[in-house]
């Protein structure tokens, strides 16, 4: 006797409505995935090394590792990207526990901007942080430091720090623990990043994208349709039913709004990214009694 369900693919037809719901009409049930899988599959990461991160509340970014699951040695979580008939295709997940949250932070408990999308503005006032470094480990660091003592710290300020280097680097704090994301998983898997991907309520950013494509040294890609959860699930249902017929006709379906191209020295990404490091030492210092 089957004590637990049986393993299906993320595309193909498990079953139908009930005809009352919808009109008299069954219409299959044909796509399985989770959260963070169906936007990577949405954003067309269907080759090794591709990647994307969403910005919403909280960062969360998957890289796809081909037909290997990679086992972290960096505090990385192994999944599975998803399974098309007997293909299975895995990745790696690392999270971010605060991105839009540290944002919303500014906005709500500071007050220092009126809505989100002003974070933009106020950061591009400035040339950069004049050594200001933001951790918004409000709730512990996640991923590759799982900290969850740490809190959050603002580390450099002078007597010529203002609002516009809090906000901006706040925002760059999104990107720096993106790169600490992106270390781990080159330092686990050895692939070397294609290009990143970007989605959520924080991809309309521009000084966001341009900045992580500096600090990444990569090509940030961001779709017109930023909700891409709900196109990966429609994407998987739709090639079990022959509504697509291959990958090559959700590559033409998926529309790009915008690239962004690193304009950023090495020397300077590497020393900005080197005072992030010593400022997540520091925070994570401050936990140690």
Request: charged share 20%; aromatic share 8%.
């Amino acid at each position: 006797e089957k004590m637990l369900p049986e393993v299906c693919s993320s595309s193909e037809v498990y079953g139908t409505t009930a005809p009352r719901l919808f009109g008299g009409e069954e219409i299959p049930i044909a796509g399985i995935a989770g959260d963070q899988q169906a936007a990577t599959f949405a954003q067309g990461c269907y080759e090794k090394g591709m990647t994307k991160i969403t910005y919403g509340t909280g960062g969360f970014m998957v890289m796809n590792t081909g037909k290997e699951a990679v086992t972290s040695q960096n505090g990385l979580l192994t999944t599975i990207a998803w399974g098309i008939k007997d293909n299975v295709t895995y990745a790696l997940e690392g999270s971010i526990f605060n991105a839009g949250s540290s944002v919303k932070w500014l906005r709500d408990n500071l007050g220092l901007i009126d809505e989100a999308m002003d974070s933009e503005y106020f950061a591009r006032k400035i040339e950069n942080t004049d050594g200001v470094y933001m951790v918004p480990a409000f709730t512990g660091l996640g991923a590759p430091y799982w900290n969850p003592e740490a809190r959050g710290t603002l580390v450099g300020l002078t007597r010529g720090t203002n609002k516009n280097h809090i906000i901006r680097a706040t925002l760059e704090s999104l990107v720096y623990q993106t790169q600490d994301l992106i270390t781990a998983m080159l330092d686990d898997s050895g692939i070397e990043l294609r290009e990143m991907r970007v989605d959520g309520g924080a991809a309309v950013n521009n000084f966001l994208l341009q900045f992580l494509a500096d600090i990444t040294g990569t090509r940030v890609e961001r779709p017109e349709d930023i909700e891409t959860t709900v196109a990966g699930s429609a994407y998987l249902a739709g090639l079990a039913v022959g509504y697509w017929n291959n990958m090559d006709d959700l590559m033409k379906a998926r529309k790009v709004d915008r690239q962004f191209k690193t304009k950023m020295s090495i020397e300077k990404r590497d020393k900005l990214y080197s005072g992030w490091k010593r400022a997540v030492h520091a925070t994570i210092a401050w936990t140690q009694t």
